[in-house]
C-alpha cells in the first residue's frame, strides 16, 4: 500500500512542457544539416554547427534540469504514436532525476568530445559524414535515455547500436575496421535478441491482467501484477540486453575491437555514454527488478566477474587503447555489481563519474597518439611528459580519478559500490573481495600505463620523435574541462538528487578494514607500477619471463576470441556453407532447374507434332470430331 | 417420294468423299472443290429435312452457306494465287513453312 501511495504521488508531480523535444532534434537538425549541406559548405561550417546544435542540446537540458519539481518529472507528450484496439503508446518524452543527469552527461561531455572532434579529424577528409554520424548517435542516445516508455527506449536502443557500427567502422577501406565494426553489431544482435524477447514477456504478463502498456509510469503502477517467477525471466532476458549493450561477460567481445574507430568515439560512444545504456535501462526498471533477488543476483555476479576478469586482461595489454577498453569493461562491471546487490544510487553515481574520467582518458589517449604520428604501442612511446604537458596532467588526474585516491571522483563512486557490496542485503563478502582486488588491479595498470607513455627514455623512431607536439587548444581545452570535472565530480549532491527515484540514501555501516582497505589496495597498486615501471622496469620484463604462461594467457585475452571463434562462429561458417554448396546449389536449385528440365523435354517430344503439314492437323481435327460425336451418341 | 434416309445416305457419302479428298489429295485447289463438296453434303442433308420436318430453318441455313462458300472461294482462291506466286507451287505437301 505504501509503495502504491508513492507512485501516486509522484505521478501527481509530473508536470507537462513542451520544450522537451527540442533536446534530440536540435543534433538531429545537425544531421541534416551534415548529410546535405555539409560537402557543399566545407569543414568550417561543419566544426561550428555539429557542435553547436549539441549545445543548444545541453542550455535545453540545463533548462529542463533547473524546472525540474522536487521529487517529480516533466513529461512532453507530442503525438499519439500507436493506438490499437486497448493499446495506446505516446510519442513522449520525460526528464526525472535519472533522466535529467544522463542528458547533461550525453550533451554536456557529448559536446565537449565533438569540440575536440573538430581537432582530431581536422586532416581527415571526410569529416561531414564524422559529424552526421557522430550528431546521429547524439540524437539517439538522448532519445534512449528520455523514451517515457520502453518502445521509444527501444528506438534509441537501436538508434544508437547502428552508429556505433557506422563509426566503429568509419575508415571503412580497412578491411579490420570494417570487421569490427560489423562483429559489434553481430554481438549487439545477439543482446538485442534477449532484449526484446524480455520486452514482449513483459508486455504480455501485464496484458493477462488486462494492463496493454509500454509506458514506465504505468508499468510500474500494476508492476505487483507480475508474479515473482515471471519477473525473474523478465529480468534475465533483459539482461542479455544489457549485456550485449554494457559488454559484459559473455557478450563483452566486441568493445576491445570497437577501438578500431576514431578516438573521440571510443571516448564517447565506447566509454562515457552508449555502454552505459544497459546500467540506465536497469537503474530505470529497478522496480522490476526489486521484484526478483535471483535476477539481482546475476546481475551482481556478472558484474563482479566482469569487473575482475577484464581487469586481469587490461594489466598486459600494450596498446593503450586496448588498456583503456578492458579498463571500461571492468568499471562497467562495477556499475552492474552495484545495481545487482540494489545500490542503484551507487551504480548510477559511478555511471556519471566514470564518464567524465573515461572520456578523458580516452581523449588523453587520442591526444597521444595524435601527437606520435598514430602510434598506439604504449612499448613505442616514453617521455611524453616533457613533450605534451597539458596531456600529460589532465591523463594524471583521470588515473588517480580511477585509481580511487581520496578527494577524487572515481574514489567515492568506487567506496561507495564495494561498501554496498559488503553492506548490502543481496551483497556479500565475496563481491567486495573480488571488487576489492580488482580496484588494486585497476590502480596498477592505468599507472602502468601512465608511466610507460609518459616516463623515461622516448623509444619512438627518430622520425617520429621529431613531429611529437602538443596538440591543438580545440583538444586541450575539453581536456582541462574534463579534468575540473574528474576531480569535482564526486561533490556532486547526487546520491539526494537521485532519492525520489531510488529511494534515501543511507550511508552503509562497514567496519573500518572493509571501508579503507580498497584504497589502500588502490594506493598499493600505484605503487607496485611505479616501482615496476619507472625506479626497476627490470623487474616487469622479470616478471613478464618468469610467469610466461600465465603472462601469454593474459596477453592474449584468455583466448575468448579464439574459443567464441572455434565454438560460435566456425560452426555457424560451416554449417552456412553446407545449406549454401549442398542444400541451395543441389537440393533447392535442383528441385527447381529439374522441374524446368522435365517440361522442356516432354515439350520437345510433343513439338514433333507440329509439323507444319495442314493435312496432318486436318487429320487430328477429323479424330477429335470422331471422338465427340462418338462419346455423345454412343 | 424417296424416303429421308435416301438423302440422308447420299448426303453422308458426298461428305465422306469430301473429308477424303481434302485429307488424301495433295493439289490445294483440289482440297478446296473437297471443302466445297462437303458443305453442299451438309447443305443437302439440310434441305432434306427441312423438306421432312416441315421447317423452313434448314433452307433459311442453306441459303446462308452458300453466301459463305461463295465469299470463301473468293478468298480462298486468291491466297492460293499468292501462295503460287511466292512459292511456284501449290502441293500441300511442299507449303510446310508453318513449323516449329
Given amino acids: ?634 | 417420294m424417296a424416303p429421308i434416309s435416301y438423302h440422308l445416305i447420299l448426303s453422308g457419302i458426298l461428305f465422306t468423299i469430301g473429308v477424303m479428298g481434302v485429307l488424301l489429295r495433295r493439289n490445294t485447289i483440289i482440297i478446296f472443290m473437297a471443302i466445297e463438296l462437303m458443305l453442299n453434303a451438309v447443305n443437302l442433308s439440310f434441305v432434306a429435312l427441312a423438306r421432312h420436318l416441315g421447317s423452313m430453318d434448314g433452307q433459311l441455313i442453306v441459303l446462308f452457306v452458300m453466301a459463305v462458300a461463295a465469299a470463301e472461294a473468293a478468298v480462298g482462291l486468291a491466297i492460293i494465287l499468292m501462295v503460287f506466286r511466292n512459292k511456284e507451287t501449290i502441293n500441300a505437301d511442299e507449303l510446310k513453312l508453318m513449323r516449329w
Avoid at chain 1, 33 to 44: D, E, P
Fill in chain 1, 1 to 634: 500500500m505504501e509503495h502504491a501511495h508513492a507512485t501516486a504521488q509522484a505521478l501527481s508531480l509530473s508536470l507537462s512542457v513542451s520544450y522537451l523535444r527540442y533536446i534530440p532534434l536540435f543534433p538531429l537538425l545537425g544531421v541534416l544539416f551534415n548529410i546535405f549541406l555539409g560537402h557543399r559548405l566545407g569543414r568550417k561550417a561543419v566544426n561550428i554547427v555539429s557542435p553547436g546544435m549539441v549545445f543548444l542540446s545541453f542550455l535545453v537540458s540545463l533548462h529542463a534540469f533547473w524546472n525540474l519539481p522536487e521529487g517529480g518529472r516533466l513529461v512532453d507528450t507530442m503525438w499519439l504514436w500507436i493506438s490499437s484496439g486497448t493499446l495506446h503508446v505516446d510519442f513522449a518524452l520525460q526528464v526525472d532525476q535519472l533522466s535529467a543527469m544522463m542528458i547533461l552527461v550525453v550533451t554536456g561531455v557529448g559536446f565537449l568530445i565533438h569540440v575536440y572532434s573538430t581537432g582530431y579529424m581536422a586532416h581527415d577528409h571526410d569529416v561531414a559524414r564524422y559529424f552526421a554520424y557522430l550528431n546521429l548517435f547524439t540524437a539517439s542516445m538522448l532519445l534512449l535515455v528520455l523514451g517515457e516508455n520502453l518502445l521509444l527506449l527501444f528506438v534509441g536502443w537501436e538508434g544508437v547500436g547502428l552508429c556505433s557500427y557506422l563509426l566503429i567502422g568509419f575508415w571503412y577501406t580497412d578491411d579490420e575496421k570494417a570487421s569490427a565494426g560489423k562483429k559489434a553489431f553481430i554481438v549487439n544482435r545477439v543482446g538485442d535478441a534477449g532484449f526484446l524477447l524480455g520486452l514482449f514477456l513483459l508486455f504480455w504478463t501485464l496484458g493477462e491482467s488486462n494492463v496493454w502498456t509500454l509506458s514506465f509510469s504505468t508499468i510500474q503502477q500494476h508492476i505487483a501484477a507480475v508474479p515473482a517467477e515471471v519477473a525473474t525471466v523478465i529480468c534475465l532476458l533483459l539482461f542479455v540486453g544489457a549485456a550485449g549493450k554494457s559488454a559484459q561477460i559473455p557478450l563483452y567481445v566486441w568493445l576491445p575491437d570497437a577501438m578500431a574507430g576514431p578516438t573521440p568515439v571510443s571516448a564517447l560512444i565506447h566509454a562515457a555514454t552508449m555502454v552505459t545504456a544497459g546500467i540506465y535501462m536497469i537503474a530505470r526498471l529497478n522496480f522490476l527488478y526489486a521484484l526478483s533477488p535471483t535476477a539481482l543476483s546475476v546481475v551482481a555476479t556478472v558484474g563482479a566477474a566482469t569487473a575482475f576478469f577484464a581487469a586481469t586482461i587490461g594489466l598486459v595489454q600494450t596498446d593503450i587503447k586496448k588498456v583503456l577498453a578492458y579498463s571500461t569493461v571492468s568499471q562497467l562491471g562495477y556499475m552492474f555489481l552495484a545495481l545487482g546487490v540494489g545500490a542503484y544510487t551507487a551504480g548510477v553515481f559511478h555511471l556519471m563519474t566514470h564518464a567524465f574520467f573515461k572520456a578523458l582518458l580516452f581523449l588523453g589517449a587520442g591526444s597521444v597518439i595524435h601527437g606520435m604520428s598514430d602510434e598506439q604501442d604504449i612499448t613505442k612511446m616514453g617521455g611524453l611528459k616533457s613533450k605534451m604537458p597539458v596531456t600529460f596532467w589532465t591523463f594524471f588526474i583521470a588515473c588517480l580519478a580511477i585509481a580511487g585516491v581520496p578527494g577524487l571522483s572515481g574514489f567515492f563512486s568506487k567506496d561507495l559500490i564495494l561498501e554496498e557490496a559488503y553492506a548490502s542485503p543481496l551483497g556479500s563478502p565475496m563481491l567486495w573481495l573480488v571488487g576489492t582486488i580488482g580496484a588494486g588491479m585497476t590502480a596498477f595498470y592505468m599507472f602502468r600505463l601512465l608511466f610507460v607513455t609518459f616516463f623515461g627514455e622516448n623509444r619512438a623512431s627518430h622520425e617520429v620523435q621529431h613531429h611529437i607536439h602538443e596538440s591543438p587548444a580545440s583538444m586541450t581545452v575539453p581536456l582541462a574541462i574534463l579534468a575540473v570535472l574528474s576531480i569535482v565530480g564526486g561533490y556532486f549532491p547526487l546520491l539526494h538528487f537521485l532519492s525520489p527515484l531510488f529511494g534515501e540514501h543511507h550511508e552503509p555501516h562497514v567496519a573500518p578494514l572493509i571501508k579503507y582497505l580498497p584504497t589502500v589496495v588502490g594506493l598499493g597498486g600505484i605503487a607496485l607500477a611505479y616501482v615496476m615501471y619507472v625506479l626497476n622496469p627490470a623487474i616487469a620484463d622479470n616478471m613478464a619471463r618468469g610467469l610466461s604462461a600465465f603472462h601469454k594467457l593474459l596477453f592474449n585475452k584468455y583466448y575468448i576470441d579464439e574459443i567464441y571463434d572455434a565454438v560460435i562462429v566456425r560452426p555457424i561458417v560451416g554449417m552456412s556453407n553446407w545449406l549454401w554448396k549442398v542444400w541451395d546449389a543441389i537440393v533447392i536449385d535442383g528441385t527447381v532447374n529439374g522441374a524446368a528440365h522435365t517440361m522442356e523435354a516432354n515439350g520437345s517430344l510433343l513439338r514433333l507434332w507440329q509439323n507444319g503439314n495442314v493435312q496432318n492437323y486436318a487429320l487430328s481435327f477429323l479424330i477429335g470430331a470422331m471422338a465427340i460425336l462418338g462419346y455423345y451418341l454412343w
